[in-house]
């Protein structure tokens, strides 16, 4: 029997072919006007096998993958949702796909307008006045932000605003892309209740403070309802607040950064408007600003002039510079458009609701065998800090292996930092009631193996494609090129 866990080189066979093409065109006529000097001088060390071989070598390899398409993937703060196959279907037209970014603008004007409209539509979700998408994601985004918030501060003359506020339970991009922006990274802590401690900002706010990086709701799931009166610390303080939006569902067309009072935002449009993710895919992370920081955003823009007709700028004199080569990533602005379109004005508000209820209704019925530290309502995610029982010794990373073994992604492990153990989960609007119970039910499940025979929870996966990995030495050693195993 053929192995298909061989890689394709082990498979090849000397002579064997997978396609047939006309000798003619492709083999002497078709090289001529090619420079000699760039022709290949021996046969490239291709692996040589017939199709089928090659269809059942990359189908069996996409098999070993887990995906949203495979299966539950309630992965917090990475909104591992449902992405609709027609937004695929549409930003794979050949329209679209053979755009080529320098074309003269009289040529694309379907495409700057979607571009336009999406700048709009993000605005208006937003409460921002204006949009740029040319960041490339989420933390391209923040960087871009924050270069806004030094040139704003810079542009009026004012040079010691040298720290940003983060605080202690933000996404770890925040303080990194702080650092890469050039700003001094201060800490501000969080109360019991996931919330900021605004008796312990009000002594970090002075006249070297650029500005605070936020989200809200927060990285624990859960809202600030101080947001107004941080706002108006921060705003005293002539700083600036910059509102992490990466995971926007929660409060889609309901509530609005711009009205809470923030600046500058981020969004992902690979996680709140639907393109698959993970595992470096693409990725669109899209700066709104309120009106007074509109000039600085980059070049190029995209504006419409008053017959209606789009125009590719570059002429800001007050602009951060470019952050990207070109626009960005157009497919993913696509699928987002597509997305928020197909919608509409009155559907949206129901993302957040759902995406709550359904990570209330995990929260509630697990909290019986999972700690949970921080109680009451909590919005699109939440974080449980391990077993209740930890008499075993079962941890939360053991849980999570355990998971695999039922067919489940695991949450987010270990992050936030706030707790020890913690597992933070978040459902995601596009799951259904019976996915949730049966996830509920094997959550349920390992705790009563943690109690029993614990063994059994600290050995697994037993059933996925690998076995537990060294995941250290996996993410500094890891073996990217082709090795043949039989030799070594
Ligand atoms: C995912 C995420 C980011 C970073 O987005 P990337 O596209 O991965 O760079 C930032 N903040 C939060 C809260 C996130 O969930």
Redesign the pocket.
Known sequence: MVNYDKIIFELSAPGRKGYSLPSDNYHTDGFKDIPSDLLRKQEADLPEVNELDVVRHYTNLSNKNFGVDTGFYPLG??TMKYNPKINEELCSLPEFTSLHPLQDENSVQGALELYWNLQKMLSEIAGLEEFTLNPY????GELTGLLVMKKYHESRGDFKRTKVIVPDSA?G?NPASAMVAGFEVVEVKSKPNGSIDVEDLKPLLDDTVAGIMM?NPN?LGMFETEIVEIAKLVHDAGGLLYY?G??LNPLLGKVRPGDMGFDIMHI?L??TFSTPHGGGGP?S?PVGVASHLTKHLPNPRVVKDENDKFHILSDNKDTLGNISSFMGNFGVMMRAYAYILSLGKENIKNVGPLSTLNANYIKESLKDDFLLPIEGVCKHEFVFDGLKDKSTGVTTLNVAKRLLDYGFHAPTIYFPLLFHESMMIEPTETESKDTLDRFIEVMHKIAEEAREMPEVVKDAPVNTIVRKLDETTAAKNPILKYKDLTEV
């Open positions: 703060s990475c994601a989420g933390a391209h996404h991009t989200t990285t992490d990466a995971n992902n690979h996680k990725g992370g």
